[in-house]
C-alpha cells in the first residue's frame, strides 16, 4: 500500500510538474513579443531619425522632421501593439481567413470574396493624391520594419495568438490600408439588411398599414443645427441651469440595430464658457479586445495632430490638430440597394437588362482551407454590382425561382478616394478648408462634425447615391434590377450634401437622428439610427446657456433614458393603481412590487440600481407578445425594443393598437392585458436569471459589457484572460449609449458602444481629453491590455495634450528609429 502511495505521489508531482513547465515555456514563448518601448532601433527607408514617446497611458506621440517618418513611425507603433489584429482584418477584407481558421470562417470568406473588396481597394491605389501615396508607402514600410525586426530577433512571432495559428504575415502593402477602410465601410453599412427584414416583414403581414408600426419612419423635420437660446428661453439669466429634459415626446456585415452608430456636437465661442468653440465626439463600434481604436499623436509640417486611429489605416480619424478638431457618427445614408435579378430562362449565365439578357462579368476564385479541400466560386458581376449568395442574409427567403440578388453600394468603387480624405484632414487648417477637403469621402459615409478656433460645421461626407425620382421602392425595398428607374444614375455632387456652417444657435450635433427632411430622391435615408438619444441631447444642449468641457462630458456620459420616461406611463397606466392587495410570495404582489420600484425612478440607466433591468425585462417581453403571433419565427429577427412602435401601439396611431389582440385567441385582448401579461413574464425571467429579491437587482450584471477577443474569446480557459468583462451603466436610448445583444441568454449584455471618447476644447486645448474602452496593446500579457477600460467604465479621461514634454516626463519608453 505504501508502495502503490508512493508511486501515486511521485506521478501526480510529475504531472504537476509536466503543467508547471508547461506554463513557463507557454509564458516565455508568448512574452516575447510584449513589446520594448525603450530602445534604439535601426531602420532602413527613413530620412531622418525618429523619436516615439510613449506617455504614461503607452500612447505613442511620435516626432519626426518629416511627414513621410511620421507616417513611418505610426505603421511601427501600430505593428508593435496590434500586428494579430491588423493580420486578421486583412485577412478579413481579403476573405482569407479560413487559411487559418478552417470551415467556420468560409461563409464570411465567401462573402468578402463576392463583393470584391480588396481587388478595389488595389485598383483605387492610383487614384489617391501624392502626399496620400507618400503617406500609405511610408506607413508600410514601418509596419514592415517591425515584422522584420521580429524575425530578426525572434520575438515570439509578434503576437501570442501566432503561436496558436499558423499565419505568415506577409509583408503590409499601401492598398492594405485602402482596403482597411472598405472593411470600415461594410461594418457600418446596414441597409441591405434592412431592405431585406423590410421585405420578409411586408410579405407575412395581412394589413400593409402594419409595416409602418413595426418599421416606423423618424419622425420631424430633421434636427441638426439647434435654434438660438434665447429665442427658446426669452429673458433667460445668464446662469447654469439643472439638466432639463424634453417632454413626451465574426459576422462583418451587421445585424439591424447593430451598424455603426455615434454622438457628436459642437459649441461656437458664444455657447462656450470659456468663448473658445467646444466639440465631443463617440464614436459606437463592436466591442472588443483590444479596442479598435487606438490613441496616437503625429508630429507632421503643418503641426501636431493627435486621437483615435484603427490600426492598419495611416490617419488621425477623430481628434483634433492646433488648428481645428473633427468627429464623425454614421449618416445612415441610404448608400445600399439590393436588386432582384432575372435570370435568362435559356442561359442562366446571363440575366436581364432594360436592353435585353446579357452575360455576368466572371471571373474564378480559389478559397483555400484549413484541414479542408479549397473552394473554387465563380464571382459574377452585373451592372448594378455583385451578385451575392442565395444562402447569405435571408435573401432566399424574398428571392422568386430562377432570380438572384445583386448589390449597389458605394464603397464598390474603383476609384474610391477616401484614404486622401482622411490623410488630407489632419493638415486642414480651417472649417472651410476641411471641408474642401473632405470631398474626397466616397464610403463609409459619415456626418463630419468641425470646429476650428471660430466656427462650427457639420457636414455629410461620401458618395451619395443619385436614384431616379420614379424608382421603384425609392430604395427601401429590393427592387427589379432589370427596370431602368430602380439603377443609380451615378452619385450626386458634393455639393447636395446636407452642410450645416456657422448655425445661428451655435450648436450642431448629431446621435444618428434624422438631420434633414428632404423628398426623395434627396432624402438622404428613410431609415435612421436614432430617434430617442436626441431628444436627451436637446434638452441637456438648450438647458444651458453656455457650456464647458465639463458639460459636454457630463452630456456625453448621460444615462437618463427619455425613452423610459416617455414609454412607463403609457405600458403602465392601467396597472399603477389598480388591483387589490395581494399576499407576500405571489406573483401579484411580486408585480405590485415592480410597478412601485419604477414609479419612483428618474429613467436613470445606472448600473447600481434594479430598476433599468425590470424596465427593460418588461419592454422586451412586453414587444415579444406584440408581434410573435404576427410575424411567427420572424420576430427573432427584432432583437431590440422599437420605442416607435411601442408608443404608436398603446396611442393607438393609425389604428396599430390592434397588435395588442392575439390573433389566435377567442378573446380580444386589450393593451393593458398584454402590457400586464409581459410583466409577468418579465418578472419570471428575472427570478430565473437575477433571483427573486427585486429591490437588490443590479442593472450591470445584465448590462455588462464583453470586450471579446475576436479569435480566442470563446475558447475555454484561455477566453478569461483574454476576454474583458465590465459592468456598466448605459443602454440602448441613452446618450452613453450601450447597445444590447439582444440574444439569449444574455439579451442586454452591452456589444456595441462608444469605444472611443474624446472631448476637445479650443478655449484651452491642452486641456482637451479622450479614452479608449480598453489599452493600447493587444497583448494580453501586458499592463497596457486593459489599463484604460477601467477608466473609460467610469467614465474617466486621460489628457489629450500635444505638449510632448508632458509625454516625455511620465514616459514608458522612449523609442528611437535611428538610420543604420
Not at 508512493?6 to 513579443?33: D, E, K, M, Q
Not at 490638430?321 to 441610404?334: F, H, L, P, R
Not at 421602392?473 to 428607374?485: E, K, M, T, V
Not at 396599430?656 to 398584454?674: F, G, T
Request: proline fraction near 6%; include cysteine.
Amino acid at each position: 500500500m505504501v508502495l502503490v502511495f508512493r508511486w501515486l505521489f511521485r506521478i501526480s508531482v510529475f504531472c504537476v510538474s509536466l503543467v508547471v513547465l508547461g506554463l513557463l515555456i507557454t509564458y516565455y514563448l508568448a512574452s516575447r513579443s510584449l513589446p520594448d518601448y525603450d530602445k534604439t532601433l535601426p531602420v532602413s527607408g527613413i530620412t531622418a531619425d525618429i523619436e516615439i514617446v510613449r506617455d504614461n497611458a503607452a500612447v505613442p506621440h511620435i516626432m519626426a522632421l518629416s511627414d513621410r517618418d511620421a507616417f513611418f513611425g505610426l505603421g511601427y507603433a501600430h505593428a508593435q501593439d496590434r500586428l494579430w489584429q491588423m493580420t486578421v482584418l486583412r485577412r478579413t477584407v481579403q476573405g482569407r481567413l479560413s487559411e487559418i481558421f478552417g470551415t467556420r470562417t468560409v461563409e464570411i470568406d465567401t462573402m468578402l470574396r463576392r463583393l470584391d473588396l480588396y481587388p478595389l481597394a488595389v485598383q483605387s491605389l492610383q487614384h489617391q493624391d501624392a502626399a496620400t501615396l507618400d503617406a500609405l508607402e511610408a506607413y508600410s514600410a514601418g509596419v514592415n520594419a517591425r515584422i522584420n525586426e521580429i524575425n530578426s530577433s525572434s520575438l515570439g512571432r509578434g503576437a501570442p495568438e501566432l503561436f496558436l495559428f499558423e499565419a505568415p504575415i506577409a509583408p503590409w502593402q499601401p492598398a492594405d490600408s485602402i482596403a482597411m477602410i472598405k472593411l470600415m465601410a461594410l461594418q457600418l453599412s446596414g441597409h441591405m439588411r434592412e431592405e431585406i427584414l423590410r421585405a420578409r416583414t411586408s410579405l407575412l403581414l395581412d394589413d400593409a398599414a402594419r409595416l409602418s408600426d413595426i418599421l416606423p419612419d423618424s419622425p420631424g423635420r430633421g434636427v441638426a443645427a439647434l435654434p438660438k437660446y434665447a429665442d427658446l428661453v426669452p429673458g433667460a439669466l445668464p446662469r447654469f441651469a439643472t439638466n432639463q429634459v424634453l417632454p413626451d415626446f465574426l459576422s462583418t456585415i451587421p445585424e439591424p440595430g447593430l451598424a455603426g452608430a455615434s454622438n457628436a456636437w459642437a459649441a461656437a465661442p458664444e455657447r462656450s464658457a470659456g468663448r473658445g468653440t467646444l466639440l465631443a465626439n463617440d464614436p459606437h463600434l463592436e466591442l472588443t479586445a483590444p479596442s479598435i481604436w487606438y490613441l496616437a499623436r503625429l508630429q507632421l509640417a503643418d503641426g501636431g495632430v493627435i486621437g483615435g486611429t484603427i490600426p492598419g489605416i495611416p490617419a488621425i480619424l477623430v481628434g483634433r490638430s492646433e488648428k481645428i478638431a473633427w468627429g464623425i457618427t454614421s449618416s445612415y445614408m441610404d448608400d445600399q440597394d439590393l436588386h432582384i435579378e432575372e435570370l435568362n430562362p435559356d442561359n442562366p449565365e446571363e440575366y436581364r437588362t432594360p436592353d435585353g439578357f446579357k452575360p455576368f462579368v466572371t471571373r474564378k476564385t480559389i478559397i483555400n482551407i484549413k484541414d479542408a479541400a479549397p473552394v473554387t466560386l465563380t464571382l459574377r458581376w452585373t451592372d448594378n454590382g455583385p451578385v451575392l449568395p442565395r444562402s447569405s442574409f435571408d435573401i432566399e427567403s424574398i428571392l422568386p425561382q430562377n432570380h438572384v440578388a445583386s448589390l449597389s453600394w458605394t464603397a464598390l468603387s474603383d476609384k474610391d478616394t477616401s484614404m486622401s480624405g482622411a490623410i488630407g484632414l489632419m493638415s486642414a487648417t480651417s472649417v472651410e478648408n476641411a471641408l474642401d477637403v473632405s470631398r474626397s469621402y466616397i464610403a463609409p459615409s459619415q456626418n463630419l462634425v468641425l470646429i476650428d478656433e471660430e466656427r462650427v460645421a457639420m457636414k455629410l461626407v461620401g458618395a451619395m447615391p443619385r436614384r431616379d425620382p420614379g424608382h421603384q421602392s425609392r430604395g427601401r425595398l429590393p427592387s427589379p434590377g432589370w427596370i431602368a428607374a430602380n439603377r443609380w444614375q451615378g452619385m450626386l455632387p458634393y455639393s447636395s450634401n446636407p452642410e450645416f456652417l456657422a448655425p445661428q444657435g451655435g450648436i450642431v450635433g448629431n446621435t444618428n437622428n434624422k438631420s434633414i427632411d428632404a423628398p426623395f430622391p434627396n432624402h438622404v435615408s428613410y431609415d435612421w439610427g436614432d430617434t430617442q438619444r436626441v431628444q436627451r441631447w436637446q434638452g441637456l444642449m438648450q438647458g444651458r446657456k453656455v457650456h464647458t468641457r465639463d458639460s459636454f462630458i457630463e452630456a456625453q456620459l448621460d444615462t437618463v433614458s427619455i425613452t423610459a420616461r416617455t414609454l412607463l406611463p403609457l405600458i403602465g397606466r392601467d396597472l399603477w393603481f389598480t388591483g387589490e392587495a395581494a399576499a407576500e410570495g405571489t406573483p401579484e404582489r411580486q408585480r405590485q412590487r415592480a410597478l412601485d420600484l419604477l414609479a419612483n425612478w428618474n429613467g436613470e440607466m445606472n448600473e447600481h440600481l434594479p430598476e433599468p433591468l425590470i424596465y427593460a425585462a418588461w419592454l422586451r417581453a412586453l414587444q415579444e407578445r406584440l408581434i410573435r403571433d404576427d410575424l411567427g419565427q420572424l420576430a427573432d429577427r427584432f432583437r431590440h425594443v422599437e420605442p416607435l412602435f411601442i408608443e404608436r401601439v398603446f396611442r393607438n396611431v393609425d389604428g396599430a393598437a390592434k397588435w395588442c389582440d392575439v390573433i389566435r385567441s377567442i378573446k380580444v385582448e386589450s393593451c393593458s392585458d398584454i402590457s400586464r401579461l409581459a410583466l409577468d413574464d418579465a418578472l419570471i425571467w428575472i427570478e430565473e436569471h437575477h433571483g427573486s429579491a427585486l429591490e437588490s437587482l443590479r442593472w450591470g450584471d445584465a448590462h455588462s459589457a464583453t470586450h471579446r477577443h475576436a479569435t480566442l474569446g470563446e475558447v475555454p480557459l484561455l477566453h478569461f484572460f483574454m476576454n474583458i468583462k465590465q459592468s456598466t451603466s448605459g443602454g440602448d436610448h441613452t446618450l452613453l449609449r450601450g447597445r444590447t445583444s439582444g440574444v439569449d441568454p444574455e439579451p442586454f449584455a452591452n456589444v456595441h458602444g462608444g469605444a472611443y471618447r474624446g472631448v476637445y476644447d479650443f478655449a484651452d486645448p491642452d486641456s482637451s481629453v479622450f479614452i479608449i474602452s480598453t489599452g493600447q496593446s493587444g497583448h494580453f500579457l501586458s499592463r497596457h491590455y486593459e489599463d484604460l477600460g477601467q477608466l473609460w467604465r467610469r467614465g474617466e479621461y486621460i489628457p489629450m495634450s500635444l505638449d510632448v514634454g508632458l509625454a516625455r516626463a511620465a514616459s514608458v519608453g522612449i523609442t528611437r528609429l535611428v538610420k543604420p
